[in-house]
């Protein structure tokens, strides 16, 4: 049995905590894959100090020598990306189809970070005086906290670390404890890629614990979250008196909108797999269909029909379509929303419950869900669920549509069905998203493109593509006279 130990200062260390806890296969709890050696507050106050103490070295070193540390650990995740898949699978559940996904994605991301170590470009402006030169730098801003979720461990850590450490930033990696041996890996690779000591650090441990002794921390002077609405909103208020940079991606509850011209068999194939792919466990799943009264009993028929169809199992058997969910607080979770929304009146059309038969029983594995009749104002049409549970809030036309659509404190993607290119316009003008796609699922992005929210969906800039080192510098601005000789006045 493997046990996984944080990495502080270019060491892995052994926990004085005597605190461990156990990694279990979701799929099947049988299988314990490994423990986990808690850290200690002091542990983490440590791997906060030897990023403190190796930013300044880092800092100096060339960006295009940092980029190319980083392009390395891009060349070491692809060369270890089916060990990398494996373990996505085996502890965090989704089919080694969707893990794989999950890689090209992030290398894809570290790769186009590493790129970008050669255009941390700024600009000269002119001034208004003669013989004077007024331009602009991105400098870092020192120690960076990266705190990562379960669903996506090796993606999100990976869009967050590579342009930290491009832009110059030492980094203290906080990962869920529900991932260890991915958080471990991904250490281990980017390590291997050439990092100095204190450049990247591992902290496994409580976010009670370890996560709040390196948020608390003076030293730190960013931190990168992912993770629910209520956590990143109390981070952002706990950090904000001492002015520390936060990034926040959080909640989402994504609607398509279905409109009666569409393609029916391309809305309904996109909704199943935006809903039940990944077991409705990623901040794009689609959580409310809304669709237009005229077609949705042919719509409602055809969902439940693909619902049904979805295979579930261990992700790592052939043939399996959705995996589990993460472990049995978020089974339990899925399990209690189904049962408010049968409370609350909303019809149930398939699922509902706990998968059984061929050994489902001994895993977190909840039947793809279908409500219909959902009304705006009931529980599971506001508040994320995070499992394969998808409900239907039919509306009369396109205005209620879309005011239905945007009835959410959330804001992260959205998608409309239809071949009215006005009415795609005015869905792409109207929708309160941070993304949205036509005639595509919600869920999905590319490397080289921004990705995040608005509402309480996110929290400062946005990460990866063109804005990807935004957060993660500073803007400085240089005036250079060389006049030579003494100012008359000043413009101030």
């Known amino acids: 049995m493997t046990t996984y130990k944080s990495y502080v200062n270019g060491k892995w260390i052994d926990s004085a905590s005597g605190m461990t806890a156990e990694n279990i296969n979701p799929a099947n709890t049988r299988d314990v894959i490994g423990t986990i050696q808690m850290a200690t507050r002091e542990e983490a106050r ?4 030897a990023a403190y103490a190796a930013f300044r070295d880092w800092k100096r070193t060339p960006a295009p020598a940092r980029g190319k540390i980083v392009a390395k650990a ?3 995740m692809e060369e270890r990306k089916e060990e990398l898949a494996a373990a996505i699978t085996r502890e965090e559940g989704k089919t080694l189809s969707e893990a794989r996904g999950e890689l090209t994605r992030a290398i894809n991301v570290v790769e186009f970070c590493a790129g970008e170590s050669r255009r ?8 208004e005086l003669p013989a004077n030169f007024a331009y602009t730098i991105k400098e870092p801003h020192g120690v960076v906290a990266c705190i990562t979720p379960w669903n996506f461990p090796v993606a999100i850590p990976a869009w967050k670390i590579a342009p930290a450490l491009v832009a110059g930033n030492t980094v203290v990696f906080k990962p869920a404890t529900l991932t260890p041996a991915t958080a471990v890996l991904l250490t281990e690779i980017f390590n291997d890629a050439g990092l100095p000591p204190g450049v990247l650090n591992l902290v496994l441990g409580s976010g009670r614990e370890t996560g709040d002794e390196i948020v608390s921390h003076p030293a730190v002077k960013a931190i990168s979250f992912t993770g629910s609405t209520e956590t990143g909103l109390k981070l952002y208020a706990q950090v904000a008196p001492r002015g520390v940079k936060v990034q926040a991606e959080m909640g989402g509850k994504n609607p398509v909108v279905v409109l009666e011209d569409c393609d029916m068999a391309l809305a309904v194939e996109s909704t199943a797999q935006g809903a039940f792919g990944s077991t409705g466990q990623r901040c794009t799943a689609t959580s409310r269909a809304i669709v237009i009264d005229k077609v949705a009993d042919d719509f409602v028929q055809k969902i439940v029909d693909r619902a049904k169809s979805f295979r579930l ?3 790592d058997e052939s043939g399996i379509d959705i995996g589990p969910s ?10 209690k929303y189904i049962d408010i929304g049968r409370e609350d009146g909303a019809e149930l059309m398939c699922g509902g419950k706990r998968a059984s038969g061929d050994g489902l029983e001994n895993g977190f594995f909840v039947e793809p869900t279908v409500f219909d009749k959902v009304t705006p104002d009931m529980r599971i049409a506001r508040e994320e669920i995070f499992g394969p549970v998808l409900s239907v809030l039919r509306v009369k036309d396109f205005d209620e549509a879309m005011a239905v659509a945007n009835d959410s404190d959330f804001g992260l993607s959205s998608s409309v069905f239809t071949n009215d290119t006005n009415l795609v316009y005015r869905f792409v003008d109207e929708i309160e998203t941070g993304m949205t796609h036509i005639n595509s699922p919600t869920t ?3 490397a080289h493109i921004p990705f995040g929210g608005v509402k309480h969906t996110g929290l400062g800039a946005r990460e990866q593509g063109s804005t990807s080192l935004d957060f993660y510098t500073e803007l400085k601005v240089v005036y250079v006279d060389y006049t030579g000789r003494k100012r008359e006045g000043n413009l101030y």
């Open 444 to 446: 999905g992005g590319e």
């Open 120 to 127: 941390m470009v700024g600009e000269t402006i002119p001034s």
């Open 74 to 76: 891009a060349k070491l």
């Open 326 to 335: 993460v472990d049995e607080g978020q089974f339990n979770t899925v399990l």
């Open 46 to 49: 440590s791997a906060v100090e």
């Open 313 to 315: 199992g261990a992700g």
